[in-house]
């Protein structure tokens, strides 16, 4: 069975830095796509940043230049590094394990994280 486990989250000022780890277990990490997706009440989740087994990387436009993805096969884990943060920022944050189809993921998630960014 596949299991996530998101770690990292919490209240930050903005401005500020946190950085968000997942670890996996139950699924071959290295052949597979992982990222991370955020959802606020009532809209939809979206991409914040994935990276494929190949390292390739995609980013949702408003975190560009902010947020950095990056993967340790031997660990099992993926990292987000947000920095600058903002209030738009706030959000539960899914790691995702899968497949590399942004727009329509297809695998497993954590439980989520709580990230909130207010003074």
């Known amino acids: 069975q596949v299991q996530l486990v998101e770690s990292g989250g919490g209240l930050v000022q903005p401005g500020g830095s946190l950085r968000l780890s997942c670890a996996a277990s139950?699924?071959?990490?290295?052949?597979?796509?992982m990222g991370w997706y955020r959802q606020v009440p009532g809209k939809q989740r979206e991409l914040v940043a994935g990276?494929?087994?190949?390292?390739?990387?995609a980013f949702a436009d408003s975190v560009k230049g902010r947020f950095t993805i990056s993967r340790e096969n031997a660990k099992k884990t993926v990292y987000l590094q947000m920095n600058s943060l903002k209030p738009e920022d706030t959000a539960v944050y899914y790691c995702?394990?899968?497949?590399?189809?942004?727009?329509?993921?297809?695998?497993?998630w954590g439980r989520g994280t709580q990230v909130t960014v207010s003074s």
């Open positions: 995702y394990i899968g497949s590399s189809s942004w727009e329509r993921p297809f695998g497993s």
């Open positions: 139950g699924i071959i990490v290295s052949i597979n796509a």
């Open positions: 990276i494929t087994s190949g390292r390739s990387t």
